[in-house]
Nanobody, 131 residues
Framework: QVQLVESGGGSVQAGGSLRLSCAAS????????MGWFRQAPGKAREGVAV????????YYADSVKGRFTLSHDNAKKTVYLQMNSLKPEDSAMYYC????????????????????????WGQGTQVTVSS
Protein backbone atom coordinates (compact mmCIF):
# COMPACT_ATOMS: atom_id res chain seq x y z
CA GLN A 1 0.00 0.00 0.00
CA VAL A 2 1.45 3.31 -1.10
CA GLN A 3 1.25 6.14 1.40
CA LEU A 4 1.62 9.80 0.49
CA VAL A 5 2.58 12.49 2.99
CA GLU A 6 2.15 16.08 1.87
CA SER A 7 3.65 19.25 3.26
CA GLY A 8 3.71 22.89 2.31
CA GLY A 9 0.77 24.99 1.30
CA GLY A 10 -0.64 27.95 3.19
CA SER A 11 -1.77 31.47 2.45
CA VAL A 12 -0.06 33.95 0.16
CA GLN A 13 -0.87 37.12 -1.71
CA ALA A 14 -1.29 37.14 -5.46
CA GLY A 15 2.05 37.05 -7.22
CA GLY A 16 3.65 35.13 -4.40
CA SER A 17 5.14 31.65 -4.29
CA LEU A 18 4.61 28.42 -2.42
CA ARG A 19 6.23 24.99 -2.53
CA LEU A 20 4.44 21.72 -1.95
CA SER A 21 6.15 18.43 -1.17
CA CYS A 22 4.84 14.89 -1.30
CA ALA A 23 6.84 11.97 0.04
CA ALA A 24 5.78 8.46 -0.96
CA SER A 25 6.43 5.15 0.69
CA UNK A 26 5.42 1.59 -0.07
CA UNK A 27 6.14 1.45 -3.79
CA UNK A 28 6.81 -2.09 -4.99
CA UNK A 29 8.26 -1.02 -8.32
CA UNK A 30 10.81 1.53 -9.41
CA UNK A 31 8.62 3.20 -12.03
CA UNK A 32 5.48 5.06 -11.08
CA UNK A 33 3.33 8.05 -11.89
CA MET A 34 3.03 10.82 -9.34
CA GLY A 35 1.67 14.32 -9.30
CA TRP A 36 -0.64 16.99 -7.97
CA PHE A 37 -4.34 17.60 -8.40
CA ARG A 38 -6.45 20.37 -6.92
CA GLN A 39 -10.07 20.89 -6.01
CA ALA A 40 -11.76 24.20 -5.34
CA PRO A 41 -15.12 24.34 -3.53
CA GLY A 42 -17.94 23.28 -5.82
CA LYS A 43 -15.59 22.20 -8.59
CA ALA A 44 -14.27 18.89 -9.81
CA ARG A 45 -10.81 17.71 -8.92
CA GLU A 46 -8.40 18.63 -11.72
CA GLY A 47 -4.86 17.71 -12.64
CA VAL A 48 -2.15 20.31 -12.12
CA ALA A 49 1.20 18.62 -12.79
CA VAL A 50 2.19 15.00 -13.24
CA UNK A 51 5.44 13.12 -13.74
CA UNK A 52 5.98 9.59 -15.02
CA UNK A 53 9.28 8.46 -13.57
CA UNK A 54 10.01 5.99 -16.34
CA UNK A 55 11.71 8.60 -18.51
CA UNK A 56 10.91 11.59 -16.32
CA UNK A 57 8.22 13.01 -18.60
CA UNK A 58 6.39 15.88 -16.92
CA TYR A 59 2.96 17.19 -17.80
CA TYR A 60 1.26 20.42 -16.82
CA ALA A 61 -2.25 21.79 -17.01
CA ASP A 62 -2.46 24.73 -19.40
CA SER A 63 -3.54 27.00 -16.55
CA VAL A 64 -0.23 26.55 -14.70
CA LYS A 65 2.31 26.24 -17.51
CA GLY A 66 5.14 28.70 -17.08
CA ARG A 67 4.26 29.32 -13.43
CA PHE A 68 4.45 25.91 -11.74
CA THR A 69 7.38 23.49 -11.83
CA LEU A 70 7.21 19.85 -10.83
CA SER A 71 10.42 18.13 -9.78
CA HIS A 72 11.17 14.66 -8.53
CA ASP A 73 13.77 13.15 -6.21
CA ASN A 74 13.81 9.46 -7.05
CA ALA A 75 15.98 8.49 -4.08
CA LYS A 76 13.52 10.11 -1.68
CA LYS A 77 10.43 9.10 -3.70
CA THR A 78 9.35 12.71 -3.33
CA VAL A 79 7.82 15.21 -5.73
CA TYR A 80 7.95 18.95 -5.29
CA LEU A 81 5.60 21.50 -6.81
CA GLN A 82 7.08 24.97 -6.97
CA MET A 83 4.27 27.45 -7.53
CA ASN A 84 5.20 30.94 -8.63
CA SER A 85 3.14 33.95 -9.74
CA LEU A 86 0.19 32.58 -7.83
CA LYS A 87 -3.28 33.82 -8.69
CA PRO A 88 -6.49 33.82 -6.62
CA GLU A 89 -7.88 31.19 -8.98
CA ASP A 90 -5.09 28.85 -7.86
CA SER A 91 -6.74 28.67 -4.44
CA ALA A 92 -7.82 25.10 -3.74
CA MET A 93 -7.10 21.97 -1.78
CA TYR A 94 -4.10 20.36 -3.40
CA TYR A 95 -3.82 16.57 -3.38
CA CYS A 96 -0.82 14.41 -4.11
CA UNK A 97 -1.62 11.45 -6.36
CA UNK A 98 0.19 8.25 -7.28
CA UNK A 99 -0.11 5.10 -9.36
CA UNK A 100 2.50 2.35 -9.71
CA UNK A 101 0.92 -0.40 -11.82
CA UNK A 102 -0.24 1.36 -14.96
CA UNK A 103 2.34 2.18 -17.62
CA UNK A 104 2.41 5.53 -19.36
CA UNK A 105 0.45 4.55 -22.51
CA UNK A 106 -2.45 3.35 -20.37
CA UNK A 107 -2.31 6.49 -18.25
CA UNK A 108 -2.32 8.68 -21.35
CA UNK A 109 -5.34 6.78 -22.66
CA UNK A 110 -7.18 7.57 -19.44
CA UNK A 111 -6.03 11.20 -19.57
CA UNK A 112 -2.89 12.41 -17.84
CA UNK A 113 -4.87 15.11 -16.01
CA UNK A 114 -7.75 12.78 -15.22
CA UNK A 115 -8.32 11.29 -11.79
CA UNK A 116 -9.09 7.94 -13.44
CA UNK A 117 -5.51 6.66 -13.31
CA UNK A 118 -4.94 7.53 -9.67
CA UNK A 119 -4.82 4.68 -7.15
CA UNK A 120 -3.49 6.56 -4.14
CA TRP A 121 -4.26 10.01 -2.72
CA GLY A 122 -2.67 12.17 -0.08
CA GLN A 123 -4.73 13.87 2.60
CA GLY A 124 -4.61 17.25 0.87
CA THR A 125 -3.06 20.58 1.72
CA GLN A 126 -4.79 23.94 1.40
CA VAL A 127 -3.46 26.72 -0.81
CA THR A 128 -5.11 30.12 -0.49
CA VAL A 129 -4.14 33.07 -2.68
CA SER A 130 -5.57 36.46 -1.80
CA SER A 131 -5.89 39.34 -4.23
Amino acid sequence: QVQLVESGGGSVQAGGSLRLSCAASGYKYGTYCMGWFRQAPGKAREGVAVIYTGGGTTYYADSVKGRFTLSHDNAKKTVYLQMNSLKPEDSAMYYCAAEEFLRLPAILDLGIMSTRWVSFWGQGTQVTVSS
